[in-house]
């Protein structure tokens, strides 16, 4: 069974930085496509950054330059390095895998991801 387990959120001023982290188990991480995506209440999930199972990244056009996805196939871990972080960041994120191959490509689309976590609350507030 896959589980997924994200920490690092938390309360932050303006321009600060948060360092997410989620732990996988019950699967390989170098045969999964995982990725971070976010949601406000009343707003659809989005996606943040992905990453294909060689550590490849994709980013969302709000996040580029800001944040950074690492993936460690090794420890079967999934960071996500935020920087520069807006009030606008404020979000429950939630870490997301999926089994892929070594010709696909990351994705930031929710329905490609059949596994979840329980989500981490990043605020950004001053």
């Known amino acids: 069974q896959v589980q997924l387990v994200e920490s690092g959120g938390g309360s932050v001023q303006p321009g600060g930085s948060l360092r997410l982290s989620c732990e996988a188990s019950g699967l390989t991480s170098s045969t999964y496509c995982m990725g971070w995506f976010r949601q406000v209440p009343g707003q659809e999930r989005e996606g943040v950054a992905g990453?294909?199972?060689?550590?490849?990244?994709s980013y969302a056009d709000s996040v580029k330059g800001r944040f950074t996805i690492s993936k460690d196939n090794a420890k079967n871990t999934l960071d996500l390095q935020m920087n520069s972080l807006k009030p606008e960041d404020t979000a429950m994120y939630y870490c997301?895998?999926?089994?892929?191959?070594?010709?696909?490509?990351?994705?930031?689309?929710?329905?490609?991801?059949?596994?979840w976590g329980q989500g981490t609350q990043v605020t950004v507030s001053s």
């Open positions: 997301a895998a999926r089994v892929c191959g070594w010709s696909s490509s990351a994705s930031l689309f929710r329905r490609d991801f059949p596994h």
């Open positions: 990453s294909d199972i060689f550590g490849n990244p």
